[in-house]
């Protein structure tokens, strides 16, 4: 253990600050907790570690579906063409939230004072994931990837493509229309999922089809809300989240998609450190992770334009 010297003798003493390493880590728990409750798309997709890996590009096989051939007899059997593809995923997003914490705060403040700090910790990072990985809905449907959504349907149809002033309120007949693009690609149906922002979800709750027992069934024993899941329409199970974009032209937009339609690749999870800063007689805690979005069907997954 280093050790520094006292003043005006030969003796040495430990102190705070060169022993900081041996201090129990107290945040990291209480962070990476907050970080899983704040979740919503992160839980919803596709998840590949890359942790303890070295490289900062992940290669994932796409291969091609193939089709059944008819056999005849005497006949030879009919090859699949290998038409396989990749996609790669660049692991270069590294988000960091950091606070100092002086001692005369952390002495006289309340307990619940590093409860908000580790709150908030969490509450910020996954806000930054779900962030990332909802503005991958740029690009769904050939969508050319601006917050033009392009390739938006207006939520009252499910059809019509959004020009930057013809949103609408979401409606049972777009939900069903999508739910139908999504089958006309052969988008598997378990696994679906639809992510809208606050705004629909007043318009939701008069939508028969959402609300009815009949239809919507028991959710967790009681429907209860958990991750931003408030039901299910269709089979399809339902989540709110605040990280919902704004489109030009003010439009509010959803999504509908697929697990397989986005990935998230994490080479360090949520990571918290701590060090004394003796100039500073505080000490600074920094929670980070480092982690990489990419889409990966682009036909399994319709964004959805919405009034705000």
Known sequence: MATAAYPGSGTTVVTKANAGVFIPELWSDEIIAAYKQNLVMANLVSKMSFKGKKGDTLHIPKPTRGAAALKAASTQVTLQAATESEVQVLV????????????????????????FYTGDAGYALAKQVDTDLIQ?????????????????????????????????????????????????ADVPMDGRCLVLPPVARNVMMGLARFTEQAFVGEVGGGNTIRNGQIGNVYGVMVYVSTNCETATGDARIGMMFHKDAFVLAEQLGVRSQTQYKQEYLGTLFTSDMLYGVKELRDEAAVAIAMAA
Request: no cysteine.
């Open 92 to 115: 270069n997003k590294h988000y960091e939230y950091s606070r100092l914490i002086e001692d005369i705060t952390e002495t006289q403040a309340l307990a619940s004072l590093r409860k």
């Open 136 to 184: 991958l809905g740029r690009g769904a449907q050939g969508g050319n990837g601006t917050i033009a959504y392009d390739k938006a349907v207006i939520a009252s149809d499910g059809s019509t493509l959004y020009t930057g002033a013809n949103e609408a309120a979401i409606t049972d007949a777009g939900i069903r229309k999508v739910i139908q693009t999504l089958d006309d």
